[in-house]
């Protein structure tokens, strides 16, 4: 019995060997997935994502200024108060208008802006002022981390950064409410004031640990983009094309199929040549990824209550340009392999690495920056930021041409390249 | 009345019209009968169907083409002969140009086999099942058809003939997947006819065919011969070549080692002289070197000679009992293809 079970074990470890698809998926999909993966959420720490943001100091007082200078030194986030120059010309400075502008084309994913008398009044305890002004938080609702982060970092930044602006607050609430100081403890308490704003202006912000917790900086949040809308259009792309690709490499196996039944000699005998029967099978596959889209964006309408109808002509220009691009990278594999189980080993292979890189599986601005780049390779990046645009930040559609140009591009190269592959389809 | 397009059509051509001729086929359209026919030009009519000059194909080390020259005359049915390997189903694949010979030279009508001409007048008939398993009869026939640029009305007719004439009519409307055997075979054939080819090019149509369907097939290869078509078929089965075609190439690692009538093979490799067949019981060993000692051959347990009259039997029996070798049976035979093949190449068609 123990040699027919090691017999058996044998059979199928030879098998094994010499399919490399199988090979592949079992031994580099887990590894590469892995890595991907680990690279995403943590390991090493200079790989952890920053967060942007974008700083509008209207007040310029004293006390806004140490809260921007706070901001600026903490490590994890990257604050901007300008533009990045334009031609070696540095920019002017963000204003309420120009951040919100920003926020919304998604140049960063949260604005502050510190208003006129913020200064007077910075910190509070409770709601004792309710009408003083507060800091506005800009955000971008698709990304559902970064707003929270900087509305910690604020309060953490008011405890660290201004310490004698606290202490001077409490001293106006003491005078307030309990009636006041005597002459000699007035005196006392500026003068250690005055040495905590000394000792504050010589010692750089450390960052330190701790979070301002009970708020005492009052922020007033406010979406700017994707306002009363949650993640299904996100996910409608993002899963989408995913699947597109899925079903765009299985659709393009029918050639392997034609090619081992002796279809797709009797065909090329006929009339129709290589390239006639390439562009039919693009043709066909872009119409197929195309109603998937559809299909998926009107289900999200009806169940979800995505927003579908009022975003028709970018959902159009998208949908094509997406669909092009995924049935040329299905024609692609397909002209590469030589049978279907090849097929299927690689497509799943290059798919998921694919859709784990470009945002399909975990969105990419919660990527490292460099993961992030690494997206710009891969068909689902460019689909889901085309689709964001749209259905996110209500872009119009011309400002889809990036996006619709790089698909394209994608989608010409790519059938080119197969093109030249199933060549050897053509003669022997 | 013509019933069959390419029937009608190829049967003009083969009486090498006359262009009085032609207005037969004239007038079989009048009748609706031929949907769409190439008008026979000059080069059409006088230039035989193939011409095939000093061909060869190279894999790799492996020469499975080597000089091949073969003229197919109007209305024939050509048969190439061999055991798998031989090299008939590159030389086939050569004409329809799938496959780039590294030498020689294919014309089909006159006109190079790659044209768009010769594409028109060849149809093809490839050993594998080519159909779309998920179609049905019908769409199958209206996809290929439609690959050879056929439409509408034209096409609908081609569809109906097909059908007809691979009496699949009554199940034009199941998909290829659920029909037997012999029918997608049948099928296969008839989607190499769609377009009403003038030569048609059959690679082993009957491989794995039960006898009865194998029959049916024959018959169907018949009607289309009968009515003038010209045609190559290539088979390692002597019965069928026997039985098909009006010439016959025996093909051998990649040469045409004999090439004419079945009568004519057989007279030119054993003359007037007969075959006897004789089984014997005993050690095989020693019975193969007796026979190989009286100058014949054991195939498969059976021993053959070759005599020059039915005479030499009486003592070809004797000698085998005088060598203690006894007989179990003995048959005499008229040669056939099989033994010229086994008389030339020293193996049976079958190795």
Redesign the interface.
């Known amino acids: 019995m123990l040699t027919m079970m090691i017999s058996i074990m044998r059979t199928a470890m030879v098998s094994l060997r010499r399919d490399r698809g199988a090979l592949a998926l079992s031994f580099v999909l887990p590894v590469v997935f892995f890595s991907i993966f680990a690279v995403i959420f943590g390991g090493r720490r200079d790989t952890t994502p920053k967060v942007s943001v974008l700083v509008v100091d209207e007040d310029h007082s004293r006390a806004s200024e140490r809260l921007v200078q706070g901001l600026k030194h903490e490590g994890s986030l990257v604050v901007k108060t300008r533009p990045a120059p334009v031609k070696g010309v540095e920019q002017p400075e963000y204003t309420a208008a120009t951040a919100e502008a920003a926020v919304k084309a998604g140049t960063a994913p949260v604005a502050l802006i510190i208003p006129h008398g913020f200064g007077e009044n910075p910190i509070s305890f409770g709601s004792a002022e309710a009408n003083r002004p507060t800091i506005q938080l800009l955000e971008d609702s698709s990304d559902m981390v970064a707003p929270q982060v900087i509305a910690g970092f604020l309060q953490k930044v008011a405890i660290t950064s201004m310490p004698d602006l606290m202490a001077e607050q409490g001293s106006k609430y003491f005078d307030q409410f309990a009636g006041g100081l005597t002459r000699e403890q007035r005196e006392r308490v500026d003068e250690s004031l005055r040495s905590l704003r000394q000792q504050q202006d010589s010692v750089a912000t450390s960052s330190g640990s701790g979070s301002g917790g009970g708020g005492i900086i009052g922020v007033t949040a406010r979406a700017v983009v994707g306002q009363n809308r949650d993640m299904v259009s996100f996910y409608a792309a993002a899963i989408g094309v995913m699947f597109l690709l899925f079903t765009a490499s299985g659709a393009a196996g029918a050639l392997l199929e034609e090619a081992e039944?002796?279809?797709l000699?009797?065909?090329?005998?006929?009339?129709?040549t290589m390239s006639t029967l390439m562009l039919g099978k693009l043709t066909y596959n872009s119409l197929l990824a195309f109603s998937q889209l559809v299909l998926m964006f009107l289900w999200g309408w009806a169940v979800f209550k995505l927003d579908f109808w009022s975003h028709i002509p970018g959902f159009v220009v998208m949908g094509v340009s997406t669909a092009i691009a995924v049935a040329a990278f299905g024609l692609l594999l397909a002209s590469i392999c030589h049978t279907r189980a090849q097929l299927g080993a690689l497509s799943t292979l290059v798919i998921l690495v694919m859709s784990s890189i470009g945002g399909s599986m975990f969105p990419r601005f919660l990527m490292p920056e460099s993961m992030q780049k690494a997206g710009l390779f891969t068909i689902n990046a460019w689909a889901i930021d085309g689709f964001t645009k749209i259905f996110w930040r209500d872009e119009p559609v011309s400002h889809l041409w990036p996006q619709v140009l790089v698909l394209l591009g994608i989608a010409v190269v790519l059938f080119a390249i197969a093109r030249r592959v199933a060549r050897r389809w053509e003669?022997? | 009345m013509c019933s069959e397009s390419w029937k009608c059509c190829t049967a003009a051509i083969r009486r090498n019209a006359a262009p009085g001729r032609c207005v037969s086929i004239v007038s079989c359209k009048a009748q609706g009968e031929i949907a769409t026919l190439p008008a026979p030009t000059a080069s059409t009519l006088t230039s035989p169907p193939l011409r095939i000059d000093a061909l060869v194909k190279r894999f790799g080390q492996v020469t499975a083409v080597d000089g091949i020259t073969l003229e197919l005359r109007p209305g024939e049915c050509l048969g190439l002969l061999g055991p798998n390997g031989a090299g008939k189903s590159t030389l086939i694949r050569s004409i329809v140009g799938r496959v780039v010979p590294d030498a020689g030279s294919i014309t089909v009508f006159g006109g190079r086999a790659d044209s768009a001409m010769a594409r028109k007048a060849l149809g093809w008939v490839p050993q594998e099942l080519a159909l779309y398993p998920r179609l049905t009869c019908r769409e199958n026939l209206q996809s290929f058809g439609r690959y050879h640029a056929l439409s509408g009305p034209s096409l609908e007719q081609a569809v109906a003939q097909c059908l007809n004439w691979a009496t699949l009519t009554d199940r034009a409307g199941e998909l290829v997947k659920h029909l037997s055997g012999g029918m997608k075979r049948r099928l296969n054939m008839a989607a190499g006819l769609i377009h009403e080819p003038k030569l048609i090019l059959m690679d082993e149509p009957t491989a794995g065919v039960d006898p009865q369907s194998r029959n049916h097939i024959f018959e169907m290869i018949e009607k289309l011969r009968d009515g003038g078509m010209a045609i190559i078929y290539t088979t390692h089965y002597m019965e069928e070549a026997e039985r098909l075609c009006d010439r016959v190439a025996i093909v051998d690692h990649g040469h045409i080692i004999a090439l004419g009538t079945n009568a004519e093979l057989v007279q030119n490799a054993f003359g007037a002289r007969s075959q006897v067949l004789a089984r014997f019981a005993g050690a095989s060993e020693s019975i193969a070197v007796w026979v190989a000692q009286r100058g014949g051959r054991t195939v498969d347990g059976t021993a053959q000679f070759t005599i020059e009259h039915p005479t030499e039997i009486a003592g070809l029996l004797e000698d085998s009992a005088k060598a203690g070798l006894e007989l179990l049976d003995v048959s005499l035979r008229k040669p056939n293809l099989e033994s010229v093949f086994l008389h030339l190449t020293g193996r049976e068609l079958r190795d």
């Open positions: 039944s002796g279809t000699d009797r065909v090329l005998s006929s009339r129709v003669f022997s």
